[in-house]
């Protein structure tokens, strides 16, 4: 049953058919002492191998599936999983024992950071107690449609960007649920994606970007076809949020892949319990209202509850929920504000824990790792604690000032009920987000460019292959496209240019080389097209020069001047939305109907 998580409660798998009261975290192989003496995990980066040995006294069995109440003076006990005798002699043991002490506190740092950071999308760390944690988190397929959009190249060092779709659902499929979110009749509704944010982090690592997208967004959602009963959505228009109700979470992946032309590697889905959950297991986090705030609409009842004063905050648990659902009482009561408000969480959590003032005590990260691994439902390629253990080893890496979250640009449909993608402005971010551009502009001037070589081969001589990447699930294929412009490429002088059949889906059109040397003959040739110079890549599988007729290119002979593939700005058009990880300063606006 791989979507129940969307439809409904599902069982946790389990070994045997018994069900039992669940072991203590100690009884599942976690002992506190590991944390409070002597360094980061076994599995840790940066640990010196040999430098200590663990027993494997305590793995776990994950049999159960009942939850069983943990208070918070139920801690492991010592001993267990211990310590034993250091492979090296005792005089480097003890050289290398203020090291281990050292990189403790970094170890827990970077695990909470993750954990925490990703609290729409939660994680976990693979060092806990592994097949109990494995056993709590759910998985689902990525992807549901059939866009066949390719995956980026690894550059030349080998590195290639990171796509994460993080997801929050209004699932009422639980009596927490129903309590946290109301509307007890939407029970059986199926849940609806009201949270949906791409978070980007760049092939090497340098920076982050997170785009929200408003759930009233009207957006083509694609076919998709259900993984538990075989049901078939067809394609139609709809605000995005509603991509969540046509077979699960893949299908809000397959939706944010046809409208941004952006290759998705993961998504992670929470719901309200989950979000209160993580954030109690996270503890305060502060926020900040410019005025005394009570969003709660005593004629209609809007609101999400969440009542505090001006000034600085520090909010968990279900006062956390609260915020990051308040729409009625920040500026406009709209759904832009509320994506700025989470945004404003997001990176004052991220702040907190990179400075190491959160979760440095075992008991705490152990209580985080329950809740982010019993919150989630992530892909089946993320579904192992020690991949997500791996994320968050990739992500530690990237620098708070680094950090940019921004709302896609939008404009009012007609009667303003809805929001559309802006349709230059959006187009350049996603456009961005394709070129792995950070979009806070800091990435221009950050390498040295060497000069343009000279083309190498006459033109009539070069052999360019032309392929058709018009593939789309919504518009279709646009025929013939690279016949078209290998006829045009003939009359330009590049006479030996032919074709490849195969249709492929790309939303940009680039010109790819595979050897350096031909870099030269692919710039003049976009040259020749009107193409700018960042659509000139290299990439290993190109088999020479290939041109890559994309979906900015699907008419004509004449490479559109507003086609957002290439050039343009080096930053994301100005919002009042951007928001900078470093910034501490940001507080939330309030609206005046909302002031007590």
């Not at 490429?489 to 350096?516: C, F, N, R, V, W």
Request: with cysteine; net charge positive.
């Amino acid at each position: 049953m791989r979507q129940s998580s969307v439809r409904g409660e599902r069982p946790r798998r389990r070994r045997s058919g018994t069900q039992q009261q669940q072991p203590d975290a100690d009884q599942l192989g976690w002992d506190d002492s590991l944390y409070k003496d002597g360094g980061p995990p076994p599995d840790a980066p940066d640990r010196i191998p040999g430098a200590d040995a663990v027993s494997a006294d305590g793995a776990g069995d994950g049999k159960s599936d009942k939850t069983a109440d943990r208070s918070d003076d139920k801690t492991a006990k010592g001993g267990k999983g211990g310590r034993g005798g250091g492979r090296r002699k005792g005089g480097d043991a003890a050289a290398h024992g203020g090291r281990r002490r050292r990189r403790k506190g970094r170890a827990l740092r970077w695990t909470a950071l993750v954990l925490g950071f990703l609290l729409i999308g939660g994680a976990g760390a693979g060092y806990l107690y592994y097949e109990h944690l494995n056993a709590n988190l759910r998985k689902d397929k990525l992807d549901l449609g059939e866009s066949g959009l390719r995956k980026p190249e690894p550059n030349a060092f080998g590195q290639t960007p990171l796509n994460i779709l993080l997801i929050g659902s209004d699932s009422r499929n639980s009596n927490k649920n129903i309590e946290l979110g109301g509307s007890a009749e939407d029970r059986d509704r199926k849940p609806l994606g009201d949270v949906q944010m791409l978070l980007h982090v760049s092939a090497d690592r340098s920076n982050m970007s997170v785009m929200s997208i408003p759930r009233d967004t009207r957006v083509p959602i694609p076919k998709c076809t259900d993984q538990e009963d075989g049901h078939v959505y067809p394609q139609t228009t709809a605000a995005i949020n509603q991509s969540l109700q046509h077979g699960g979470p893949g299908c809000t992946v397959a939706t944010w892949k046809e409208l941004t032309g952006v290759y998705i590697d993961h998504f992670m889905m929470v719901d309200f319990a989950g979000v209160v959950d993580m954030a109690d297991a996270i503890g305060g986090v502060p926020v900040c209202v410019d005025n005394n705030i009570y969003s709660h609409n005593r004629s209609d009842g809007h609101g999400s509850g969440l009542k505090l004063t001006k000034g600085t905050h520090s909010v968990k648990g279900v006062q956390a929920l609260q915020w990051l659902r308040t729409r009625y009482g920040f500026e406009d009561n709209t759904d832009i504000a509320r994506a700025k408000a989470q945004h404003m969480y997001m990176n004052s959590m991220v702040r907190q824990l990179k400075a190491g003032t959160k979760l440095t005590d075992p008991g705490k990260l152990r209580d985080l790792a329950e809740a982010a691994t019993k919150a989630l439902t992530v892909d089946d390629d993320l579904g192992s604690p020690m991949k997500l253990y791996d994320l968050a080893g990739q992500l530690r890496e990237v620098p708070t000032k680094r950090i940019t979250m921004i709302t896609m640009p939008w404009e009012y449909g007609p009667g303003e009920k809805y929001v559309l993608p802006k349709p230059v402005e959006a187009e350049q971010t996603f456009a961005l987000l394709r070129n792995d551009t950070g979009l806070d502009g800091k990435d221009t001037g950050k390498k040295k460019k060497a000069p343009d070589p000279k083309p190498s081969t006459p033109k009539e001589q070069l052999k360019v292959v032309v392929q058709n990447g018009t593939q789309s699930t919504v518009s279709g294929p646009a025929p013939g496209r690279a016949a078209v412009v290998q006829q045009h490429l003939a009359q330009l002088g590049y006479t030996a240019a032919g074709t490849d059949s195969q249709l492929i889906s790309q939303a940009d059109t680039t010109i790819e080389y595979s050897d350096k040397k031909l870099r030269g003959d692919a710039l003049a040739l976009a040259k020749e097209l009107g193409l700018p110079k960042s659509a000139v890549r290299e990439s290993s599988s190109a088999g020479g020069l290939r041109l890559i007729v994309g979906n900015d290119w699907r008419t004509g002979t004449v490479y559109p001047k507003s086609a957002g593939g290439g050039g343009g700005s080096d930053k994301a058009p100005a919002n009042d939305s951007t928001l900078n990880g470093e910034d501490d300063t940001a507080c939330m606006k309030v609206n005046p109907q909302y002031v007590f």
